[in-house]
C-alpha cells in the first residue's frame, strides 16, 4: 500500500462543494472517481479543504492510498481523461504514509476575487463578485489590518461550523487593487467554516462606506456573528494555496500578481490579462494534464 498526494484545479460553479454529498453533485465524488479508474480499485480522497458550493481551488491538495503501482504522470494523465473540464489534476507526488493532506498543512491561503466597475463581466461570471459601487481599498486594507493576529474569530464563523475553537492564526491578510480588480488575500493556519467569506462581506461593508475601518476591531472584539456583515458571494473565493514541510517535496504555487504581467495601473494593458493575473485562465481550468 502506498500513499499519493495529488494537486486539484476546479471551478466550483457546478458543485455542491468538496465533500460528497446524496443526490448532490460534488468535486470528492468525481475525483475518486477518476483516480480510481486509473487504480482499477476504489479509493478515497481527503483532502486539505473542504470548499462549499460554488468555491473554486486552484490549489486544493488531496491524498488517497492505493496497493496500484502507477508512474505520477500516469495518475494525471489518467485521472485527467475521466474528469469534466472543469477539473483537474496538475500533479502527483508519491509521499510518506504520515503525510495527511489536512493534517499535515502548515498554512492555507485563500483569495477572493471582486470585479470593482459598473457593468457586470460575461467572462468573469461565476468566478469572481461584481460590485458596481466603487470600493476603497485602502479603507479596507486598513480594516484587514485590524484582523490579523492570533484571535477568537467566532464573529466570523458559520452557525453550522463544527470546528471545537474558534481561535485560528490569520498571519496575513491583505486587499489590493489593480484597475477594476480588487483582491483580499488571507493566510491562517485554518480557516473556520465561512470564515473567510465573512471577513470578505466586512471588507467590502468597509470598502463602500458602510462602515468605518475600525468597525472590524468591533466586530472582532464582539464575537458576535449576527453583528457582523452578510456572508460574501461564494463564486469570488479561491483556495489559492496549501503550504506544506519541505520534507514532503510537494510542488509550491508559482508566484503570481500583477508584477508579473506588465500591466498598467488603470484598465488592461496590450500584453497581458486585464485582472492583473489574479483570476486563474479559463485554459488552466479544462482538465490540462501538463
Same mark, same amino acid.
Given at each position: 500500500?502506498?500513499?499519493?498526494?495529488?494537486?486539484?484545479?476546479?471551478?466550483?460553479?457546478?458543485?455542491? !462543494?468538496?465533500?460528497?454529498?446524496?443526490?448532490?453533485?460534488?468535486?470528492?465524488?468525481?475525483?475518486?472517481?477518476?483516480?480510481?479508474?486509473?487504480?482499477?480499485?476504489?479509493?478515497?480522497?481527503?483532502?486539505?479543504?473542504?470548499?462549499?458550493?460554488?468555491?473554486?481551488?486552484?490549489?486544493?491538495?488531496?491524498?488517497?492510498?492505493?496497493?496500484?503501482?502507477?508512474?505520477?504522470?500516469?495518475?494525471?494523465?489518467?485521472?485527467?481523461t475521466a474528469l469534466p473540464r472543469d477539473i483537474?489534476?496538475?500533479?502527483?507526488?508519491?509521499?510518506?504514509?504520515?503525510?495527511?493532506?489536512?493534517?499535515?498543512?502548515e498554512a492555507r491561503t485563500y483569495r477572493y476575487?471582486?470585479?470593482?466597475?459598473?457593468?457586470?463581466?460575461?467572462?468573469?461570471? !461565476?468566478?469572481?463578485?461584481?460590485?458596481?459601487?466603487?470600493?476603497?481599498?485602502?479603507?479596507?486594507?486598513?480594516?484587514?489590518?485590524?484582523?490579523?493576529?492570533?484571535?477568537?474569530?467566532?464573529?466570523?464563523?458559520?452557525?453550522?461550523?463544527?470546528?471545537?475553537?474558534?481561535?485560528?492564526?490569520?498571519?496575513?491578510?491583505?486587499?489590493?487593487?489593480?484597475?477594476?480588480?480588487?483582491?483580499?488575500?488571507?493566510?491562517?493556519?485554518?480557516?473556520?467554516?465561512?470564515m473567510m467569506r465573512n471577513i470578505a462581506g466586512?471588507?467590502?461593508?468597509?470598502?463602500?462606506?458602510?462602515?468605518?475601518?475600525?468597525?472590524?476591531?468591533?466586530?472582532?472584539?464582539?464575537?458576535?456573528?449576527?453583528?457582523?456583515?452578510?456572508?460574501?458571494?461564494?463564486?469570488?473565493?479561491?483556495?489559492?494555496?496549501?503550504?506544506?514541510?519541505?520534507?514532503?517535496?510537494?510542488?509550491?504555487?508559482?508566484?503570481?500578481?500583477?508584477?508579473?504581467? !506588465?500591466?498598467?495601473?488603470?484598465?488592461?494593458?496590450?500584453?497581458?490579462?486585464?485582472?492583473?493575473?489574479?483570476?486563474?485562465?479559463?485554459?488552466?481550468?479544462? !482538465?490540462?494534464?501538463?
Open positions: 500500500m502506498s500513499r499519493i498526494a495529488v494537486g486539484i484545479e476546479y471551478d466550483g460553479s457546478a458543485y455542491a !462543494g468538496w465533500q460528497t454529498q446524496q443526490h448532490l453533485p460534488a468535486i470528492q465524488e468525481l475525483v475518486e472517481k477518476a483516480l480510481g479508474s486509473v487504480a482499477a480499485e476504489p479509493v478515497q480522497a481527503v483532502c486539505a479543504g473542504r470548499t462549499d458550493s460554488g468555491v473554486h481551488a486552484r490549489w486544493q491538495v488531496a491524498h488517497f492510498d492505493t496497493s496500484a503501482v502507477r508512474p505520477m504522470r500516469g495518475w494525471v494523465l489518467g485521472a485527467n483537474s489534476i496538475t500533479w502527483a507526488r508519491s509521499v510518506p504514509m504520515h503525510f495527511h493532506a489536512r493534517y499535515s498543512a476575487l471582486i470585479l470593482n466597475r459598473g457593468s457586470r463581466s460575461a467572462l468573469a461570471a !461565476g468566478r469572481a463578485v461584481w460590485i458596481h459601487k466603487p470600493l476603497d481599498h485602502e479603507r479596507m486594507a486598513e480594516a484587514a489590518g485590524l484582523l490579523q493576529g492570533h484571535h477568537d474569530f467566532s464573529a466570523f464563523r458559520s452557525s453550522e461550523c463544527q470546528s471545537r475553537s474558534p481561535i485560528r492564526r490569520l498571519t496575513d491578510l491583505r486587499v489590493r487593487r489593480q484597475g477594476e480588480w480588487v483582491v483580499i488575500e488571507g493566510t491562517a493556519n485554518a480557516f473556520l467554516h465561512h466586512l471588507l467590502i461593508a468597509v470598502g463602500r462606506g458602510d462602515a468605518p475601518a475600525s468597525w472590524a476591531s468591533e466586530v472582532l472584539q464582539g464575537r458576535d456573528r449576527k453583528l457582523a456583515a452578510a456572508t460574501a458571494p461564494a463564486e469570488g473565493l479561491y483556495l489559492w494555496a496549501v503550504r506544506y514541510p519541505g520534507a514532503f517535496g510537494l510542488p509550491e504555487p508559482a508566484a503570481d500578481g500583477p508584477a508579473a504581467d !506588465g500591466l498598467a495601473a488603470d484598465g488592461p494593458a496590450a500584453d497581458g490579462p486585464a485582472d492583473g493575473g489574479w483570476l486563474p485562465r479559463r485554459s488552466a481550468m479544462i !482538465g490540462s494534464a501538463s
